[in-house]
């Protein structure tokens, strides 16, 4: 069964203080990974899709990578208003549904 | 550029009760995927919509029907409402044509008493 598990489930950082989120995948036939960023009572924001093992992609102070059994979501230096719900997916054989970890809440105090 | 919009954003509704959602895709995006989202969870996959049929489901029941019209906008019904239906329904489009990245509306807020 294709599964995907999300590490921490809540994170607290100081501002600046640089982390790591994490996404592990059990998938038959990678077809994508994609990671969403949510407020509270909103939707999923989408941030990056990444296709094969080794790429990354970057976007103000977020970087994402891929390895073949997971992905990174580095913050850099965050801030205040990078505090929300990072999510990760993937899709998978034939179909294009998006399956979801239950997420990593982040935090970050200034 | 109008992204993905969904209404109603809020709505109560009572045990046993029928509900119909409605969601508007993002301009030039011609598939519409519904996910439920539990208070604390991922969204959870429940059906997609390509060329107005069903073109791939979830596991949820058949009291989760769905419709898509010919301008790509989709409509969500659930009947015999119960109380674990109780979430946020998130709507999501894309776009056959480029890669598999979904946009996902604001969400409806429901609430079964």
């Known amino acids: 069964e294709d599964q995907v598990t999300q590490s921490p489930e809540a994170l607290r950082l100081q501002e600046g203080e640089s982390s790591s989120l994490n996404c592990s995948y059990t998938?038959?036939?990678?077809?994508?990974l994609f990671w969403y960023r949510q407020d509270p009572g909103k939707g999923p924001e989408f941030l990056f899709t990444?296709?094969?093992a080794g790429e990354e992609k970057e976007k103000e102070r977020l970087k994402a990578t891929l390895t073949k059994k997971e992905s990174f979501l580095h913050i850099t230096a965050p801030k205040p208003e990078d505090s929300a719900t990072y999510l990760c997916?993937?899709?998978?054989?034939?179909?294009?549904?998006?399956?979801f970890g239950k997420g990593t809440t982040l935090s970050v105090s200034s | 550029d109008a992204g993905v919009t969904q209404s109603p954003t809020h709505l109560i509704k009572t045990r046993g009760q029928q509900v119909t959602l409605r969601c508007s895709p993002k301009?030039?995006?011609?598939?519409v995927s519904w996910y439920q989202q539990a208070l604390g969870q991922g969204p959870q996959f429940i059906f997609q919509?390509?060329?107005?049929?069903?073109?791939q489901r979830g596991n949820f029941p058949d009291r989760f029907s769905g419709h898509q019209f010919p301008n790509y906008s989709s409509e969500l019904n659930v009947n015999a409402l119960l109380l674990g239906d109780s979430a946020l329904y998130l709507c999501?489009?894309?776009?056959?044509?480029?890669?598999?990245?979904?946009?996902f509306g604001p969400g409806t807020r429901l609430t079964v008493t």
């Open positions: 999501a489009s894309s776009s056959t044509g480029l890669a598999y990245e979904q946009y």
């Open positions: 998938v038959s036939g990678l077809r994508g």
């Open positions: 990444l296709y094969s």
């Open positions: 997916a993937v899709q998978a054989g034939a179909g294009t549904a998006l399956i």
């Open positions: 301009s030039g995006h011609d598939t």
């Open positions: 919509y390509y060329e107005e049929e069903e073109r």
